[in-house]
């Protein structure tokens, strides 16, 4: 079974910066994409940021600029920064990866618990 455990989130003020922490943990053989995603109130689920395991990433166009998604694959884990922080980035951050799992060697792809994000104006 493989869980990933999210972390960093909190209150924040307008123009503020936090940083979230997504750790992997289970019989993994290989991570692939590690993702960002958001959800705020009343809205879907979307794609904040992506990071590969070559190290190629994506972002969001309503946060190319603010946020940086790294990971460290050593430790199993993805961080995103968060700079300049605005209200409408408030929501639930959620890390998504997909991952091989070490005994079988079968593709999985595993969401964490979500952590809060409000960004006060």
């Known amino acids: 079974q493989v869980q990933l455990v999210e972390s960093g989130g909190g209150l924040v003020q307008a123009g503020g910066s936090l940083r979230l922490s997504c750790s992997a943990s289970?019989?993994?053989?290989?991570?692939?994409?590690m993702d960002w995603y958001r959800q705020a109130p009343g809205k879907q689920r979307e794609l904040v940021a992506s990071?590969?395991?070559?190290?190629?990433?994506n972002y969001a166009d309503s946060v190319k600029g603010r946020f940086t998604i790294s990971r460290d694959n050593a430790k199993k884990t993805v961080y995103l920064q968060m700079n300049s922080l605005k209200p409408e980035d408030t929501a639930v951050y959620y890390c998504n990866a997909d991952v091989v799992h070490g005994l079988n060697y079968r593709s999985y792809n595993a969401w964490g618990q979500g952590t809060q994000v409000t960004v006060s104006s």
């Open positions: 289970g019989i993994i053989a290989r991570i692939n994409n």
């Open positions: 990071s590969s395991s070559g190290g190629t990433t």
